[in-house]
C-alpha cells in the first residue's frame, strides 16, 4: 500500500515542507492530498488520522505518524537505504541534534519571518532576536559543512532529515532578502537548486488560499 503524505497549503506550511522533500529528494513513492489550512473542514479531515490535528500527517496503512520531525525518523527506519541520517555515528548525533534544535526552537525567526513561497525576495527589517537566531542557524550550518559535509553540497555531504527540517529556513531566508555570508548563501543556492525544490515552490505559486496571518504586507498580497 502506497503513502501517503497529507499536508497544508504549499506557500505557507513550513512544517508540511519538510517530509514531503525528504521524500522527494530520497526517491520514496508516496501520494500526497493537500489541504488548505483555513479549510472549513480542515480538523475533522486531518484530526481522523492525527492526533494533534494539525498537519503533516504520514499514513502507511492503519498507521499514522503526525509531526514533521516523527515522521522523518519513521522513514528513516522503513527506508534505510534513503540514508536520511548519516552513516556516521558523530554525523548522525549531530544532524538529530541539530534537526531537534529546530523542531524546538527559533520561534522568533519563524513568527516574524513566515514562510512565504510567493512573495518576491524583499527585505523586513529583523528585530534583535531574530538577527541573534540567524547567527546560530548560520554558525550551525557552517560547522555541519566543515566537519561533515565534504561529500556533497548539504549540511551532512548527501542531502537528508536534517537538511529537511531547514528547508523552510532556506525560504524564510531567500523571501525576506537577510543577509547571510557565503558559505550560507551557497547552501541555500544548492537547496533552491534541487529538483524537488522547485516542484514545490511551482505548485506554491499556483495554489489560490491566501492566509492574512502569514502576509506581513497585509492587506497587500505580493506575488511573484
Not at 525528504?22 to 480538523?43: H, N, Q, R, W
Not at 513561497?117 to 523586513?124: A, F, G, N, Q, S
Not at 537566531?133 to 532529515?161: H, Q, T
Not at 492587506?219 to 511573484?224: A, E, H, I, L, W
Request: hydrophobic share 50%.
Amino acid at each position: 500500500m502506497a503513502l501517503t503524505l497529507i499536508i497544508g497549503n504549499k506557500n505557507y506550511s513550513s512544517w508540511s515542507l519538510r517530509p514531503w522533500i525528504a521524500m522527494k529528494v530520497a526517491g520514496i513513492p508516496f501520494a500526497e492530498t493537500v489541504i488548505a489550512l483555513d479549510a472549513p473542514d480542515f480538523k475533522a479531515r486531518v484530526g481522523a488520522v492525527s492526533g494533534t490535528g494539525k498537519v503533516p500527517v504520514l499514513s502507511d496503512g492503519s498507521i499514522h505518524v503526525w509531526e514533521s520531525l516523527a515522521i522523518l525518523e519513521y522513514l528513516a527506519e522503513k527506508f534505510p537505504d534513503a540514508s536520511l541520517w548519516p552513516a556516521d555515528p558523530a554525523a548522525r548525533a549531530y544532524a538529530r541534534t541539530i534537526a531537534n534544535e529546530m523542531h524546538g526552537g527559533f520561534l522568533p525567526l519563524r513568527r516574524h519571518l513566515p514562510m512565504n513561497m510567493w512573495r518576491p525576495v524583499l527585505k523586513r527589517e529583523l528585530t534583535p532576536e531574530v538577527i541573534a537566531n540567524v547567527a546560530r542557524i548560520e554558525a550551525m550550518w557552517a560547522d555541519c559543512r566543515a566537519r561533515f559535509g565534504a561529500g556533497g553540497d548539504f549540511l551532512f555531504g548527501r542531502y537528508g532529515a536534517a537538511d529537511a527540517m531547514y528547508a523552510p529556513v532556506v525560504a524564510r531566508l531567500q523571501t525576506y532578502g537577510v543577509d547571510v555570508g557565503a558559505g550560507t548563501r551557497a547552501y541555500m543556492d544548492a537547496v533552491m537548486a534541487l529538483p524537488a525544490w522547485r516542484e514545490w515552490h511551482a505548485a506554491a505559486l499556483k495554489e489560490p488560499w491566501v492566509l492574512a496571518a502569514d502576509e506581513v504586507d497585509w492587506p497587500t498580497v505580493r506575488k511573484v
